[in-house]
């Protein structure tokens, strides 16, 4: 079982990554929305959605697995 120390610091990695996410969600559909030549807004934030939680998703796995 992990110290608290450690799930709390784990639980703080994980919040900032959702915050970053959002951060990066909201900066590209702005661009998007500025410049809809781009791609369209909805779109291209949903595109870059799936990509970010693919690659937390991973790194999730690959910290799950190293721990055991």
Excluded: N
Aim: proline share 6%.
């Amino acid at each position: 079982m992990p110290s608290p120390v450690l799930f709390a610091l784990a639980l703080t990695v994980a919040l900032l990554l959702v915050l970053v996410g959002v951060l990066v969600l909201a900066g590209v559909a702005y661009v998007a929305y500025r410049h809809p030549r781009l791609e369209k807004p909805l779109g291209l934030a949903a595109a870059v959605a799936t990509v970010l939680v693919t690659t937390v998703a991973a790194v999730a796995a690959v910290a799950v697995l190293a721990a055991r």
